[in-house]
């Protein structure tokens, strides 16, 4: 099992920054591809950026000159972070960590609200 947890949401003017982190605990040497996912009111969720296990990385169109996804390890797990600047009310919505195996199988955190005013 593999436990993902989120911070750093929350409210900011545009044109601000934010830095989400996501802490990953358990069986962390299962983790493949971390990623992160955004889900605003009454919109499905959608993919933001993903960083693979060798660190590559990849990001949807309209963050991919703002925002900035990096992984690392530590001691007691492994933690994601997406360091969002430029926000727009547009990017206004519920962020959520993911996590893929290198079997069949994916977690998911629980979410951290950003709020970006005009």
């Known amino acids: 099992q593999v436990q993902l947890v989120e911070s750093g949401g929350g409210l900011v003017q545009a044109g601000g920054s934010l830095r989400l982190s996501c802490a990953a605990s358990?069986?962390?040497?299962?983790?493949?591809?971390m990623g992160w996912y955004r889900q605003a009111p009454g919109e499905e969720r959608e993919w933001v950026a993903h960083?693979?296990?060798?660190?590559?990385?990849?990001?949807e169109d309209s963050v991919r000159d703002r925002f900035t996804v990096s992984r690392d390890n530590s001691k007691n797990g492994m933690n994601l972070y997406l360091q969002m600047s430029d926000l727009k009310p547009e990017d206004t919505a519920d962020y959520y960590c993911?996590?893929?195996?290198?079997?069949?199988?994916?977690?998911w955190g629980q979410g951290t609200q950003v709020t970006v005013s005009a």
């Open positions: 960083v693979t296990r060798d660190g590559r990385t990849e990001y």
């Open positions: 993911s996590a893929n195996f290198v079997v069949p199988g994916i977690s």
């Open positions: 358990g069986n962390i040497a299962i983790i493949n591809t």
